[in-house]
């Protein structure tokens, strides 16, 4: 399964690009980064197998251990890409987030957008790693 992260902005260079990348290099899965610009700029509709995340503060707060589940489920279903959308500064529109297969929040704190980009990278390294049974994982 593609794990698809559509951010809003460009990261350019700097320590939460470092993060990023550090994060996307240890993925065992494929991943693909698209950026978009703060405004305008449209990504191709995903495809019906495909689910749609954003990041959103009203959205699941889910721990490590249930994301890991989740992505699982999807990928054992068949689902060919999950599609992680991390929005502009006014963050996504009702109709944006009626159309998202799943709302996943951080915490109600305001993230800056790059940091979010940071967090989601490492939170989906670490599922895989859950996923992979590695022992970095501690429950508890």
Known sequence: ??????????IGRGPEADLV???????AWPVK????PDVGGRVPPIEPQGRRILLDESGEMMGSKAFADRL?????????????????ADGFDDAARAGADLLLSFGRATWPHLLARAMLA?????????LANHPYHREG
Request: net charge positive; charged share 35%.
């Open 1 to 10: 399964m593609l794990l698809h992260i559509v951010a809003r902005g460009r």
């Open 21 to 27: 990348d550090r994060y996307v290099k240890r993925l």
């Open 33 to 36: 980064i698209t950026e978009l």
């Open 72 to 88: 699982g489920r999807w990928r054992d279903e068949g689902v060919r890409e999950a599609r992680f959308m991390i929005g502009a």
């Open 122 to 130: 490492e939170q989906l390294w670490r599922a895989t790693s859950i």
